[in-house]
């Protein structure tokens, strides 16, 4: 009987040691089949979760973000241990013991499964399981998986320790709105830092790696709160918190910035606008879209705020100036269904889906309104954060033609900005335009405006418009003959030119439609005569200009065509903008950057801008007033001299020329205008001895811009307005005069020289090389032949000039030269 009792419980034993092998060597042998083809866990030690790139101004001030993930990657050790408390007491209490994965909970889930016939399925995953579905495996909910999972789990908990897989799960973590991330959902949710978390709230970030859209804030508030309340108990009876901290943090409400109870973090940041978009545009082109958007970028922008508004003020006063010179109303195009407008709460939520543009400041923020009622004296409207009924009187539409009812109806949306006690109606004008300022020695861009509303249209008129210069162009036509030989005091005919093209025969005239004849070059720039500059340009050679065009970088491969003399080529105001700069700093070659540095994730500087080196900037023995020295080795794209020479007769322009108008600065100004034909484009350019502004208007598909249209009328104004507050926070003074040259006087009319002590209006002081003295009296038309029945105008109705020369003899000078004192030929 003994026996038999042995031999049974022998042969139990061996079918359950048999089993208990089979079991394992099947689990085995599962195992192992999987483990086989794994992907490798060791990556994860030098894993760089993909990060928020931010701008921040010049002043240190964080002006815009871009990211795929909205992330902020925090090391383990700067996240505070409440944080980490929370989460591993909803995700996995057990973390610090178990060695990746945790047997008793995947059993109690199997159980659970059972028990509820598969209908209440839940993961049992820790949080080591957790960084391989996030990082290396998919998110399916098969066996396969789960088997990866874990065998995945315990090599890496022998690869890292806790604290780092703490950090991999907390930074990679999905929390809803697009935050990923502690830090970010911190912001996201509160507002605040993870340092500034109370219990209750770091328990609300925890509750939500379940099922984020499940736990919405908003729209499931009971259940999040119900789940908040989950987490603060599993971290009372983790010993976390204390009983009083538990009860007291429970009965605290749900609070979020989704529910208005903070301000959302974006309040803090400017709207994005045209230079941010640009620096991004920029960067994915130089980085890769991919690596801007995830590489964790610092970009230090070399924009100025205080100037950024004035150059948006300065732009929009101009466009909306001309636009409310039509007379035309066009609004915004949109429109809320009538039936809609009885129902505040709902013509509100509609308004408020309604895309237009909310970025605009100009004599007061713009409001998006709806339009409720249409009187004959006034216009009732719904406010976007105002009134549900404000009134607009018949005062405000003076300037349109048209009635209230004959341009709106009931529901139009438009744009309103208070006035007094009533408001007032905007629209975003149809004529568009850029406006463009930068440092003329280091290149940095201190403001830029690519149109009316970034909002409205991202399109930036400043850097991808391609638009002809006209006028503006001439400049680099007078340089190329300054470094020719030619002088401010040559004389140039100013007179018809018919030129045979395959188009036909073209006849270039001037603004005015009249002829001056001979004229000396200053002249010929400061009233922007064109047939002055063709003739001009025929003496040099177009093939030169083109040249020196592509040397200050205005095209990469300018056509060698006469009509591109006067700016016929398109090109972008960013790279005019630019070229402008080396005339102001005497002609050094400087590169326009929106970007003064970048560091990436780990704080090292991966580009700066500035290479130039400061000498004496960590010596100490300065004296007091004594600047540093800079050392540059800037390549020189032009003689110094010539720039000057040139700066000298573009202040001509402002002074006494086509902008003189428009323009007046405290301190020495120079620039050009430039209107194309049919006034399609208006231009202005301009600069002081540090900074170079510029400005063009004209509509997106060009059409003429109507009578009176011009360069020094439009953006001449614009110029004016940023350059008067760019002055008093920039200052400015005379332009540096370069070595090897001397002052010789003459007749700005004439060109003749004049005695030394000469004085009066037509005098003007030219700055000349030694050793080159010129030769006065010889006039240039370019090779073009002139008939004697073209008519020519004189410029000023005068006698001659009495003046007193070197030798204390007086003399008449003058007038100028009329068709009867010019033959054709070359040199005469």
Not at 152 to 172: D, F, P, S
């Amino acid at each position: 009987m003994i026996r038999f009792i042995l031999s049974f419980f022998g042969a139990i034993f061996s079918l359950v040691t048999l089993g208990v092998f089979m079991v394992a060597l099947t689990i085995g042998g599962v195992f192992w089949m999987y483990g086989r083809d794994l992907p490798s866990h060791e990556s994860l030690a030098q894993y760089k979760p993909p990060t928020i790139s931010r701008i921040y101004s010049g002043e240190g001030q964080l002006i815009d973000e871009f990211a795929k993930e909205r992330r902020l990657f925090t090391p383990a050790d700067e996240i505070p241990d409440l944080i980490k408390q929370a989460f591993i007491s909803a995700e996995d209490k057990n973390f610090y013991t178990h060695q990746g994965y945790d047997l008793r909970g995947i059993a109690a889930a199997g159980i659970e499964a059972v028990r509820s016939r598969g209908s209440n399925v839940r993961g049992a995953s820790t949080i080591t399981q957790q960084v391989m579905k996030n990082f290396l495996l998919s998110g399916d909910r098969k066996a396969e998986r789960k088997i990866k999972e874990i065998i995945l789990a315990a090599r890496l908990e022998q690869t890292l320790n806790k604290e780092q897989i703490l950090e991999l799960y907390m930074n990679e973590i999905f929390l809803g709105q697009n935050s990923y991330g502690v830090t970010a959902a911190a912001q996201t949710y509160f507002n605040k830092t993870l340092a500034e978390l109370a219990p209750h709230e770091a328990a609300t970030l925890a509750a939500m790696p379940k099922a984020p859209s499940d736990y919405h804030p908003v729209r499931e508030r009971q259940r999040l709160l119900d789940r908040r309340n989950y987490v603060l108990r599993e971290m009372r009876e983790n010993g976390y918190i204390d009983m009083a901290t538990y009860e007291a943090e429970r009965e605290m409400p749900l609070r979020s910035v989704q529910n208005g109870d903070f301000e959302g973090f974006r309040t803090a940041l400017p709207p994005r606008d045209y230079f941010t978009d640009e620096i991004r545009r920029q960067l994915s082109e130089d980085f890769g879209e991919g690596e801007f958007f995830t590489g964790g970028f610092t970009v230090r922008a070399s924009i100025d705020e205080e100037m950024q508004v004035e150059a948006a003020k300065a732009l929009r006063e101009a466009l909306q100036k001309y636009d409310r010179g039509r007379g035309k109303w066009h609004g915004t195009g949109k429109s809320i269904e009538p039936a809609k407008l009885g129902d505040e709460e709902v013509w509100r939520a509609e308004l408020a889906a309604t895309e237009v543009a909310r970025d605009v400041d100009l004599g007061g923020r713009w409001h998006p309104a709806v339009v409720l009622g249409v009187g004959e004296q006034d216009l009732s409207v719904g406010v976007e954060d105002g009134p549900a009924k404000g009134r607009v009187p018949r005062s405000d539409i003076k300037w349109m033609k048209g009635s209230f009812k004959d341009n709106f109806k009931l529901g139009d949306v438009v744009l309103v900005r208070k006035a007094d006690e009533d408001w007032s109606l905007r629209q975003v004008p149809e004529v568009q335009g850029g406006f463009m300022a930068m440092d003329v020695n280091t290149g940095r861009v201190l403001a830029m405006q690519g149109g009316f509303s970034y909002q409205d249209s991202v399109f930036n008129r400043a850097t991808q418009a391609l638009r002809q210069p006209g006028s503006s162009f001439k400049p680099f036509v007078y340089a190329a003959a300054l470094d020719s030989g030619y002088s401010p005091a040559t004389i140039v005919v100013d007179a018809p030119i018919e030129v045979n093209t395959p188009q036909g025969l073209w006849r270039p005239k001037n603004a005015s439609n009249k002829f001056y004849g001979p004229t000396p070059l200053r002249t010929g720039i400061e009233r922007s005569r064109n047939l002055m500059t063709i003739r001009l340009a025929q003496e040099v050679s177009m093939p030169v200009v083109a040249g020196y065009a592509e040397r200050f970088g205005v095209y990469d491969h300018m056509g060698p065509f006469l009509a591109n003399a006067l700016g016929s080529e398109e090109t972008t105001l960013y790279k005019m903008v630019a070229a402008y700069a080396m005339f102001a700093n005497g002609g050094e070659r400087v590169e326009p950057t929106l970007v003064d540095r970048i560091q990436d994730r780990f704080g090292k500087t991966i580009y700066r801008h500035d290479q130039r080196d400061c000498v004496d900037c960590l010596s100490d023995r300065l004296e007091p007033d004594q600047a540093p020295r800079i050392v540059t080795n800037r390549e020189r794209v032009m003689n110094a001299i010539t720039a000057y020479q040139l700066t000298s007769m573009m202040r001509g322009v402002v002074e006494r020329g086509t902008a003189s108008g428009t323009v007046k600065l405290p301190v020495p100004t120079a620039g050009k205008t430039g209107t194309t034909n049919d006034a399609k484009d208006v231009w202005f350019i301009g600069f002081t001895s540090n900074i170079v502004a510029g400005c063009y208007i004209g509509y997106d598909r060009p059409q003429p811009l109507g009578r009176g249209a011009s360069g020094g009328g439009m953006c001449g104004p614009v110029f004016q307005s940023f350059m008067t507050e760019a002055v008093k926070k920039f200052g400015g003074g005379p332009f540096e005069i370069p070595p090897g040259g001397h002052f010789i006087k003459i007749d700005r009319f004439t060109g003749a020289r004049l005695p030394d002590d000469a004085s009066g209006e037509y005098v003007v002081a030219e700055y000349f090389r030694d050793g080159e003295e010129p030769i006065f009296g010889l006039t240039y038309d370019g090779g073009f032949a002139m008939g004697s029945n073209l008519p020519l105008f004189e410029e000023v109705q005068q006698s001659g000039q009495q003046v007193r020369t070197s030798t204390g003899a007086v003399t008449t000078v003058g007038p100028k030269a009329n068709f009867g004192t010019v033959s054709s030929g070359g040199l005469y």
